[in-house]
């Protein structure tokens, strides 16, 4: 398995895929910082300051926002394989496949991490900076924050994975990086809208998500305009079991049909 | 390390691309598995390496099957076409990718790449890389393990002249130090200089296997002399079978070129020219795959 993990880091640091990896994190965290300095209270419409909780919260759940990055990073490094055909090698070095799927899966929570890490700290780092400049006492204590960064780094590590479980279920590259986009652009937004599967919110990865980065202003927004009460969320640990078990599921699936399939 | 395929079938839906195929690859020869294109030499090759799964039968590398074996990639090289390199990725860093995973040393790396002469464009990205430059880098990956079995599935396709002829004394070397090669190819000329030992397919099923001299049958004598009609007449008896193709050509079968040469000189019969003739191994293997339909 060292072996493996040897590979497979080797595999990541000869392509450029980590560079746009980390260019992507500190644009996200830039984004962050950007939003801090332009002042939540000068958004169309208005948002809370950030000098108020709520504001703080919903800035760094703009962050939360950004989780689909990673998703689609792990979704292409395990759907390369497929995509430029060096499957077969893999498959000869490796012969029994879920060996190498474990080595990606661990090598890419590493690189989840890394990534929510280097987001967290580049927003965490910059809205510190616009509250000395601006000369704001920021609406949650230093402790919290740094509490909500890091959940929003576990949550990027997490949804790594996702990407990657998507990417080895579906093997097209093409079809998995859509599936993953459109997911997280359009089907969970539209599903909030039917009223019955609002219930079903906390446990989609949306809603778990939202439990884990504690931003709720999607739900709140929904909840708001179909004048219905928000669905309460799970809890944060709760929440990122939740996620963990979607990626596991999705990889107990890859593992017992795409990988047992024909490699031609 | 031998080769046992045993009962080897693969069926796609109704349509059967390998039928209960069975044949050896000995240890310290070059083996070449013949077939015209769409045979069944690359399925069979997938399923040796477990890569495809056989509807039925087994193939071992000194009694294990591939999956089975305790270091697959030290027993066992493959070159196959479905191999493909990340784009973005150098040759070298291909190299180092599975060196690693089959815990082969880095050092392995530049032995093999001067081995196939990869170092030439070790540099460069694989989505740069020639046909020729692909295939020499699919055989280093194939040898970083130093395997005692080599499969390779049309390993001459974008190799140019001198590629080809650099790669079949590689081969040979590589079977003089003990190694088991199993070679696929649907153009004979390639095999024909480089095996010993021939599986011949078609259609999926076992046409012939064998030593390569089997293939060629009986040798011919081609005659040319202006008084071809008359010594055709003299030759004719119930073991020696004369074919008149031209006026003054002469096609025979069943004499050497000293006999033939002979019965000339005791006939006073004039010859202009008189050649050993072997069926090339095109004509041995349009003959075994078509005629035998």
């Known amino acids: 398995m060292t072996a493996l993990l040897a590979a497979e880091w080797t595999r990541l640091t000869g392509t450029k895929l980590w560079l746009w990896g980390l260019l992507a994190a500190l644009a996200s965290g830039a984004l962050i910082g950007l939003l801090a300095l332009a002042g939540p209270e000068n958004f169309t419409p208005p948002m809370p300051g950030l000098d108020t909780a709520q504001g703080i919260h919903a800035l760094l759940g703009l962050l939360g926002f950004t989780v689909f990055v990673p998703a689609l990073l792990g979704t292409i490094a395990v759907s390369a394989e497929y995509r430029h055909r060096t499957i077969t090698t893999t498959t000869l070095f490796a012969p029994r496949r879920w060996t190498w799927l474990a080595a990606k899966l661990a090598i890419y929570t590493g690189a989840g991490l890394a990534y929510g890490a280097t987001a967290a700290a580049v927003a965490g780092g910059a809205l510190w900076g616009v509250a000395v400049l601006k000369g704001i006492t920021l609406g949650l204590p230093a402790v919290t924050i740094t509490a909500l960064l890091a959940r929003i780094a576990l949550t990027m590590a997490v949804y790594t994975l996702l990407g990657l479980a998507v990417g080895a279920l579906l093997r097209n590259q093409v079809t998995a990086l859509i599936a993953v986009g459109a997911y997280f652009y359009m089907i969970e937004t539209v599903l909030m809208l039917i009223p019955g599967i609002k219930l079903l919110y906390p446990y989609l990865p949306g809603g778990a998500t939202a439990a884990l980065t504690g931003f709720t202003y999607l739900a709140d927004a929904i909840a708001d305009q179909t004048g219905t009460s928000a669905t309460p969320l799970l809890s944060a640990p709760a929440g990122a079991a939740v996620l963990v078990c979607y990626a596991l599921v999705a990889i107990a699936i890859a593992v017992a049909a795409p990988l047992r399939r024909d490699i031609t | ?293």
Request: aromatic residues 4%; hydrophobic residues 40%.
């Open chain 2, 1 to 293: 390390m031998n080769i046992e395929v045993r009962g080897l079938t693969k069926a796609f839906g109704p349509i059967s691309a390998v039928t209960d195929l069975s044949f050896e690859a000995e240890a310290g020869v070059v083996t070449g598995f013949l077939g015209p294109n769409g045979a069944g030499k690359t399925t069979t090759m997938q399923m040796m390496l477990g890569l495809v799964t056989p509807t039925s039968g087994t193939a071992t590398f000194g009694g294990h099957r591939y999956a089975d074996l305790p270091h697959p990639s030290a027993a066992v090289g493959a070159v196959l076409d479905s191999a493909g390199f990340h784009p973005a990725h150098t040759a070298y860093d291909h190299l180092r990718v599975y060196a690693r995973m089959g815990r082969h040393g880095t050092a392995r790396v530049d032995q093999v790449a001067d081995l196939t002469g990869v170092s030439a464009f070790a540099g460069r990205l694989t989505r740069t890389l020639s046909t020729g430059m692909r295939q020499r880098l699919s055989l280093a990956t194939a040898l970083l393990g130093d395997p005692q079995v080599l499969l390779l599935d049309e390993p001459s396709n974008g190799l140019d002249p001198e590629g080809i002829a650099w790669l079949r004394e590689f081969l040979r070397e590589l079977a003089a130090d003990g190694r088991t090669i199993l070679v696929s190819s649907h153009v004979l000329g390639e095999i024909e200089h480089t095996a010993d030992h021939v599986v011949v397919i078609r259609d999926g099923r076992l046409v012939t296997a064998g030593p390569i001299a089997g293939l060629y049958g009986t040798a011919t004598v081609l005659v040319r002399s202006p008084q071809a009609d008359l010594f055709a007449a003299k030759l004719v008896t119930s073991e020696v079978r004369v074919e008149h193709p031209r006026p003054d050509l002469l096609r025979i079968h069943g004499l050497s070129t000293e006999q033939v040469a002979a019965a000339a000189a005791s006939h006073g019969v004039t010859l202009h020219e008189i050649t050993p003739e072997h069926p090339t191994l095109e004509q041995a293997f349009l003959h075994l795959t078509g005629g035998s339909r």
